[in-house]
């Protein structure tokens, strides 16, 4: 639908009006959100994980990924 889209145009036209060099996030490695990241032209610039014990090892992996904007 476009929507994803459409705030990630938002947050970058904010960041440019900002004057900022990159932002950077977290995704989880499995999941759909990684994906678009990747489209909206992040990559991969470090490993994290979650650290709560509720969640299970095998789900728990992040990517920490950055732009320049």
Not at 33 to 61: H, Q, T
């Amino acid at each position: 639908q476009g929507v994803g889209t459409h705030v990630m145009d938002q947050l970058l036209g904010y960041c440019r009006r900002s004057r900022l060099a990159g932002i950077w996030l977290k995704a989880m490695a499995k999941g759909p959100a990684r994906e678009f990241y990747l489209k909206a032209g992040f990559r991969k610039i470090g490993n994290s994980s979650i650290p709560y014990p509720e969640v299970l090892p095998a789900e728990a992996a992040m990517w920490v990924m950055g732009r320049d904007v």
